[in-house]
């Protein structure tokens, strides 16, 4: 690669960059994700000392809210590429960068870079409260396991952000996207484990149901349950096949 590519690619990552960063509905996104996890936190965590939560690590309680966390980080990524087509600004990012694949992938990539120590932070500060709170009561945990744990809880959160992006980039309206993801992580698929439970072994390999296996302990009464690591290359099969859907589509059709 030389040196103009190379300048050329960082300076669409930079410009990427400031749009997202620049933009007040992401940082309202993740200060609401961010008091809503505390506040999950705390619920969850009181459950646990009256003995409601029965004999939950500080882990299991403190990673609880990650099933409405996700809401949080899937308009995230909705929102960081169907914003542009509000009031038409996407016209104006083509004319300034014509190559729409690496735009977009700049733009997955500039997304990645602010989601990871922000998924991180919230997921930690739920989990962080939770030991404040139940730490005499708590049984003790490897701090190597709450890192790997954080880590993969990091990673689902990532992922789920990519793939909200990718969709936001297929459907390019905000409202049709929300209604679709939110429709799917907190309507069908719960529905689907509940009143179909012959198929759950398919399910598995879903992306949500995939990415809780990232971050969530192994249930010896599941034998389908996966690994963390086969958890997270699956949720990546999905986040990638997306991310390239969008990025074809986002090249072949007028913006």
């Known amino acids: 690669m030389n040196v103009s590519s190379s300048r050329k690619i960082m300076q669409i990552l930079g410009a990427e960059l400031d749009k997202l960063i620049t933009l007040l509905l992401i940082w309202l996104t993740l200060m609401g994700t961010f008091i809503l996890n505390l506040a999950l936190a705390a619920a969850f965590t009181f459950a646990g000392l009256q003995g409601t939560a029965g004999t939950k690590s500080v882990l299991n309680i403190g990673l609880a809210s990650m099933e409405y966390l996700q809401a949080g980080f899937i308009i995230l990524g909705i929102l960081a590429t169907c914003s542009e087509y509000t009031g038409g600004q ?25 989601t990871i120590p922000v998924a991180f932070i919230i997921a930690a500060s739920g989990v962080l409260y939770t030991f404040i709170m139940i730490r005499d009561t708590a049984v003790v945990i490897e701090i190597d396991i709450i890192i790997t744990t954080l880590i993969g809880a990091t990673g689902y959160l990532t992922l789920t952000t990519l793939l909200s992006a990718a969709i936001g980039a297929l459907l390019r309206r905000t409202t049709p996207a929300l209604v679709v993801l939110l429709g799917y992580y907190f309507i069908v698929g719960p529905l689907m484990r509940i009143f179909l ?13 995939a990415g809780n296996y990232m971050y969530m302990p192994r249930s010896p009464d599941n034998i389908n349950v996966l690994t963390p690591m086969q958890g997270t290359g699956i949720s990546m099969f ?3 096949i997306f991310i390239t859907l969008a990025i074809v589509f986002y090249c072949k059709r007028d913006a």
């Open 90 to 114: 996407i016209r104006t990012t083509l004319t300034t960068i014509p190559w729409r694949g690496l735009q977009l992938s700049m733009k997955h990539l500039a997304l990645a870079i602010i």
């Open 197 to 209: 439970p012959s198929i759950n072994k398919y399910l598995n390999y879903f992306p949500d149901t």
């Open 238 to 240: 999905w986040t990638l």
